[in-house]
């Protein structure tokens, strides 16, 4: 089963600097959050992957064209002329690395790999986020329903968080969800080869004019996942996962 991942939009302003890269490689830890989310699917058996590049699309690609080199001990000889690999990394991914245009909108990079979708199941998620939803899971929900797609649904969470005192004491200090049956489109999502109908030109965006009519058609469940979600919207976001990171245990470790 493939796995796209929407790593196409416009670069995104993480700090007072425009990030010069494009989202999916701002790098949590050593390693950029494309990378994490890949890892996370691998863990699950899932290691046939469709890049969907739009903004500096050559920042993806040469990434993963030196992926190899650089994730390997080296032994260079300079005299001969040849490179030998001494420890080489343990990825078996097989990547297809597609650029979708560079003004091309959400909905139109996913028609752009109609070819590379067709006739058989794919699972869908944005460049963006990690999150700990059991994959496994998700899929069997998937295959139970019969719909054409499913989406996950996590918790939408308020702005600020709830401080609760007892006396003077702050008692606990934690974000908040804005209603108890509030829920936001988290990604992570799995589709049947009958949505690519739904969409037509470039300018198609997902979440309108695919989940939006998916919906209007009965075709669309959504699987509510209270785990771990986080995107990477702010440089608080960023932040935050690379603390999760350096302290050893991050959720959406699963390798």
């Known amino acids: 089963m493939k796995v796209v991942i929407l790593a196409g939009g416009l670069g995104t302003r993480l700090a007072e600097e425009t990030i010069t890269v494009p989202k999916p490689m701002v790098q949590i830890g050593q390693h950029p959050i494309l990378w994490h989310i890949m890892k996370f699917y691998a863990s699950y058996g899932l290691e046939e992957f469709v890049v969907a590049l739009g ?143 739904y969409l037509s030109k470039d300018e198609d965006v997902l979440e309108v004019d695919l989940l939006e009519r998916l919906t209007s058609d009965g075709q669309l469940a959504g699987y509510k996942h209270e785990g771990f979600w986080q995107c990477m919207d702010t440089l608080r976001d960023k932040q935050g996962l690379e603390r999760l990171w350096l302290a050893g245990a991050p959720p959406w470790k699963r390798w």
């Open 55 to 197: 903004y500096r699309a050559e920042v993806v690609k040469n990434f993963f064209l030196h992926f190899a080199d650089m994730a390997s001990d080296l032994t260079v000889d300079l005299g001969a002329g040849t490179v030998e690999r001494r420890r080489r990394h343990r990825e078996t991914w097989k990547i297809h690395l597609i650029d979708t245009g560079l003004e091309t909108l959400t909905g139109g990079r996913v028609r752009r790999l109609a070819p590379l979708l067709s006739g058989e199941t794919f699972m869908l998620t944005y460049g963006d986020g990690v999150s700990d939803v059991p994959l496994d899971r998700l899929l069997a929900f998937h295959r139970s329903h019969g719909k054409l797609a499913t989406v996950t649904a996590v918790p939408a969470l308020a702005r600020f968080g709830n401080i609760i005192f007892e006396g003077d004491r702050v008692a606990d200090f934690a974000e908040k969800r804005m209603t108890d049956d509030a829920w936001i489109n988290g990604g992570y999502m799995v589709m049947e080869p009958g949505v690519l109908d």
